[in-house]
């Protein structure tokens, strides 16, 4: 996948499906100011060039039962390449870690976790984080508000 050099048109296209993911191209087209066929060409390269890598509905946490959020800051006895990706490997399969993050520092990795109650991240905790291999220790931070959730990153 060769990079693409990007436009104005492209950036304006980014722009508006960060903020409107399900917008019909048709609409996008008219937003962007080009007609619908070539904003679909447009679309469909930046995809193939990776600017665009999926689409997803954003979803209420809470109205799904999920009402905590934590960050755990994780350090490991070893960072080793193969064992930092065994834990990204182990990461990976539980479903209440949403992000994870290798850092640089005293800190190996950070975890965005959600769970149903403090009961059940408190089980996630001690059941599967803190007893997972080479994990030699973990902090976290309970999360009190959400002030700013904005996906992607600025275009343009």
């Given at each position: 996948?060769?990079?693409?050099?990007?436009?104005?048109?492209?950036?304006?296209?980014?722009?508006?499906?960060?903020?409107?993911?399900?917008?019909?191209?048709?609409?996008?087209?008219?937003?962007?100011?080009?007609?619908?066929?070539?904003?679909?060409?447009?679309?469909?390269?930046?995809?193939?060039?990776?600017?665009?890598?999926?689409?997803?509905?954003?979803?209420?946490?809470?109205?799904?039962?999920?009402?905590?959020?934590?960050?755990?800051?994780?350090?490991?006895?070893?960072?080793?390449?193969?064992?930092?990706?065994?834990?990204?490997?182990?990461?990976?399969?539980?479903?209440?870690?949403?992000?994870?993050?290798?850092?640089?520092?005293?800190?190996?990795?950070?975890?965005?976790?959600?769970?149903?109650?403090?009961?059940?991240?408190?089980?996630?905790?001690?059941?599967k984080l803190t007893s997972?291999?080479?994990?030699?220790?973990?902090?976290?931070?309970?999360?009190?508000?959400?002030?700013?959730?904005?996906?992607?990153?600025?275009?343009?």
């Open positions: 996948m060769g990079k693409k050099t990007l436009d104005q048109t492209d950036v304006k296209i980014l722009t508006t499906l960060l903020e409107q993911g399900r917008i019909t191209n048709k609409d996008l087209a008219d937003k962007v100011g080009i007609s619908a066929p070539p904003c679909l060409r447009r679309v469909r390269a930046l995809e193939k060039a990776g600017y665009i890598t999926g689409y997803h509905a954003e979803v209420e946490a809470a109205l799904l039962g999920y009402t905590v959020t934590v960050f755990a800051m994780v350090g490991l006895e070893s960072q080793a390449e193969i064992d930092l990706q065994a834990f990204e490997d182990l990461v990976r399969s539980w479903p209440e870690v949403r992000e994870c993050h290798m850092l640089n520092g005293d800190i190996d990795f950070i975890l965005k976790i959600v769970a149903m109650d403090l009961a059940s991240f408190q089980t996630f905790l001690t059941q997972a291999p080479n994990v030699a220790n973990v902090k976290t931070s309970l999360t009190i508000r959400q002030s700013k959730k904005q996906p992607g990153v600025p275009v343009g």
